[in-house]
């Protein structure tokens, strides 16, 4: 149950967010481009965190990094969205 809800976390709400906020014109590029950039954060996120913990032989700091880039992503999809509602009314 765990792994089907964590998969599907992963893999479904970038599509629906996707086309909620850009519109289903040009859905493949833009749904492309919007994966590219959810996938950096897991190719990069993993060795940067035993990098950190390599550093410091804590995980403290990757913790405390990884909330801020989480809190910066909430930003980012809270405006995003916002922006995608005020250019469907256009």
Do not use: Q
């Amino acid at each position: 149950f765990v792994f089907g809800l964590a998969y599907a976390t992963s893999t479904v709400p970038p599509a629906m967010l996707t086309a909620a906020i850009f519109g289903n014109k040009d859905f493949s590029s833009v749904y492309g481009t919007v994966l590219m950039f959810m996938t950096i954060g897991g190719a990069v996120g993993a060795p940067l965190c035993g990098f950190i913990f390599d550093l410091t032989n804590s995980y403290h700091t990757a913790w405390l990094l990884l909330s801020v880039f989480g809190a910066v992503a909430t930003t980012f999809y809270v405006l995003s969205t916002r922006l995608g509602e005020k250019r469907r009314t256009w």
